[in-house]
């Protein structure tokens, strides 16, 4: 088999296209992957180890005025759970050099790695959602390049005529075609580089600064431009920027991101987008229908917060006995939508709760009991105005009666203003507020 295999082109080993692997051709550079794993050379996460093969391998892709470039792939940094070779991969690269578009490689000293997906072909691309953010990020709003991911190319490489993709979306009229999409980005810093709770906090709150001000009408830069809600807010999208000895909050991985304008359309494959343990309550329940909010993104990133200082006892040391009692919060990585509707549900509407918060995380604790608050009095006042509705109905009187809940905002208890107002200090301190906007508007609540 091997030998046959061996025998194929590249375009028709179905692995990844324009993939020139060494143990494609090479059988017996296998004999490393079948060593006990305190033999092996290579080295990265487990989760990585069947791609660490790929090492050293070259790959080819689209580049500028119809030529191709290649680069070297190194170590694997992510891959998500999913069909192997089918689910997102992230991998460190570097420039081979064969067709560099000039004399000297322009990409010889940053630190590149290549973002590997297979979406559907009619999703909007990352590059099109950072190309419209950074196309309004002038003047005084340049503070906002620094929060966001800095895509140097991407392509789209479709599968071939004949291909099993292709054979599918001939006999069945439903069938989602994909590409595979690549993006060579900088490579950023994880969470777990940050060093105190401090600089914790200020990524955190750049990340409010920058991405959710795409909802807020008046006031923030992203709603009132490219209008995007990102839909996947997770420990592993937030990244760290080092830049001039300042660290600055990134949220990275657009990819399941839509227009504001769209945020009714369903997402495709029919599958809640999001990372399980950090969706929103609302979205494990199977009477949910739509559409993604901005709380639910806020909820999102609370749920980031809330698992890292409780099952952290520094950012880059996870405990081994987390001591999270009901909530169960080390278990909410495996399990299934009812676990995590029940858990998530009580934690945002209990009158009740206090995280277990590890003792280097200390700080955090007032400001997640501030915004447990803000989330269980609008869950609140949203069950009175839906009843208030229901009642209204049945005594046939006019809907137009009712005042407006804002659903977004579960009524203002989670407007941008309010979120501000809890995040900017930490442990009596003021964070870093890198608008020229909102730093009027903070000066002008400390004058009141």
Same mark, same amino acid.
């Given at each position: 088999?091997?030998? +046959?295999?061996?025998? #194929?082109?590249?375009?028709?080993?179905?692995? /990844?296209? %324009?993939?020139?692997? !060494?143990? =494609?051709?090479?059988?017996?550079?296998?004999?490393?992957?079948?060593?006990?794993?305190?033999?092996?050379?290579?080295?990265?996460?487990?989760?990585?180890?069947?791609?660490?093969?790929?090492?050293?391998?070259?790959?080819?892709?689209?580049?500028?005025?119809?030529?191709?470039?290649?680069?070297?792939?190194?170590?694997?940094?992510?891959?998500?759970?999913?069909?192997?070779?089918?689910?997102?991969?992230?991998?460190?690269?570097?420039?081979?050099?064969?067709?560099?578009?000039?004399?000297?490689?322009?990409?010889?000293?940053?630190?590149?790695?290549?973002?590997?997906?297979?979406?559907?072909?009619?999703?909007?691309?990352?590059?099109?959602?950072?190309? +419209?953010?950074?196309? #309004?990020?002038?003047?005084?709003?340049?503070? /906002?390049? %620094?929060?966001?991911? !800095?895509? =140097?190319?991407?392509?789209?490489?479709?599968?071939?005529?004949?291909?099993?993709?292709?054979?599918?979306?001939?006999?069945?009229?439903?069938?989602?075609?994909?590409?595979?999409?690549?993006?060579?980005?900088?490579?950023?810093?994880?969470?777990?580089?940050?060093?105190?709770?401090?600089?914790?906090?200020?990524?955190?709150?750049?990340?409010?600064?920058?991405?959710?001000?795409?909802?807020?009408?008046?006031?923030?830069?992203?709603?009132?431009?490219?209008?995007?809600?990102?839909?996947?807010?997770?420990?592993?999208?937030?990244?760290?920027?080092?830049?001039?000895?300042?660290?600055?909050?990134?949220?990275?991985?657009?990819?399941?991101?839509?227009?504001?304008?769209?945020?009714?359309?369903?997402?495709?494959?029919?599958?809640?987008?999001?990372?399980?343990?950090?969706?929103?309550?609302?979205?494990?329940?199977?009477?949910?229908?739509?559409?993604?909010?901005?709380?639910?993104?806020?909820?999102?990133?609370?749920?980031?917060?809330?698992?890292?200082?409780?099952?952290?006892?520094?950012?880059?040391?996870?405990?081994?006995?987390?001591?999270?009692?009901?909530?169960?919060?080390?278990?909410?990585?495996?399990?299934?939508?009812?676990?995590?509707?029940?858990?998530?549900?009580?934690?945002?509407?209990?009158?009740?709760?206090?995280?277990?918060?590890?003792?280097?995380?200390?700080?955090?604790?007032?400001?997640?009991?501030?915004?447990?608050?803000?989330?269980?009095?609008?869950?609140?006042?949203?069950?009175?105005?839906?009843?208030?509705?229901?009642?209204?109905?049945?005594?046939?009187?006019?809907?137009?009666?009712?005042?407006?809940?804002?659903?977004?905002?579960?009524?203002?208890?989670?407007?941008?203003?309010?979120?501000?107002?809890?995040?900017?200090?930490?442990?009596?301190?003021?964070?870093?507020?890198?608008?020229?906007?909102?730093?009027?508007?903070?000066?002008?609540?400390?004058?009141?």
């Amino acid at each position: 088999m091997i030998k +046959r295999l061996c025998a #194929l082109p590249l375009e028709d080993l179905g692995f /990844v296209p %324009n993939l020139e692997a !060494d143990f =494609i051709k090479n059988p017996a550079s296998l004999l490393e992957a079948m060593k006990p794993p305190e033999q092996k050379t290579t080295t990265g996460p487990p989760s990585s180890e069947i791609f660490d093969l790929c090492q050293g391998s070259f790959f080819t892709f689209p580049y500028k005025n119809d030529q191709t470039r290649t680069v070297r792939l190194r170590r694997v940094i992510f891959r998500s759970n999913g069909i192997i070779g089918r689910g997102t991969m992230v991998i460190r690269v570097e420039c081979a050099c064969r067709n560099c578009p000039s004399k000297q490689c322009d990409w010889k000293k940053k630190k590149l790695v290549l973002k590997m997906s297979f979406p559907s072909k009619t999703r909007v691309s990352e590059r099109t959602f950072m190309d +419209r953010c950074k196309e #309004l990020a002038q003047g005084e709003h340049a503070w /906002v390049s %620094n929060h966001l991911p !800095d895509l =140097i190319w991407s392509f789209d490489i479709p599968f071939r005529d004949g291909s099993p993709q292709d054979n599918l979306g001939k006999t069945f009229k439903d069938y989602e075609m994909r590409v595979m999409r690549g993006v060579i980005l900088e490579e950023l810093k994880p969470l777990s580089s940050l060093k105190t709770a401090r600089e914790c906090a200020q990524v955190f709150y750049d990340i409010v600064q920058c991405e959710f001000s795409i909802y807020i009408k008046r006031h923030h830069w992203v709603w009132k431009y490219p209008k995007i809600l990102h839909r996947d807010i997770s420990q592993g999208n937030i990244m760290v920027r080092e830049k001039n000895g300042k660290k600055y909050g990134v949220l990275n991985d657009w990819d399941l991101a839509i227009w504001l304008d769209d945020k009714r359309d369903g997402p495709t494959s029919q599958f809640r987008t999001g990372t399980k343990p950090y969706m929103a309550h609302e979205q494990h329940s199977s009477k949910w229908k739509g559409p993604h909010r901005y709380r639910h993104d806020l909820e999102s990133i609370f749920y980031v917060m809330l698992l890292l200082v409780c099952l952290y006892s520094r950012p880059d040391e996870k405990l081994r006995r987390p001591r999270t009692e009901g909530d169960r919060y080390e278990e909410w990585h495996q399990s299934d939508d009812e676990f995590l509707y029940d858990k998530k549900h009580r934690t945002v509407h209990a009158d009740d709760w206090e995280p277990p918060v590890t003792t280097f995380f200390f700080g955090f604790l007032l400001w997640l009991s501030r915004l447990q608050d803000s989330f269980r009095f609008g869950f609140f006042d949203q069950g009175n105005f839906h009843r208030a509705v229901r009642n209204t109905a049945q005594l046939d009187r006019s809907h137009t009666q009712m005042n407006f809940f804002d659903e977004d905002t579960l009524g203002g208890h989670l407007s941008y203003e309010g979120i501000v107002s809890i995040v900017h200090v930490f442990e009596e301190e003021e964070l870093e507020t890198r608008g020229r906007e909102w730093q009027l508007h903070l000066e002008k609540l400390r004058r009141n």
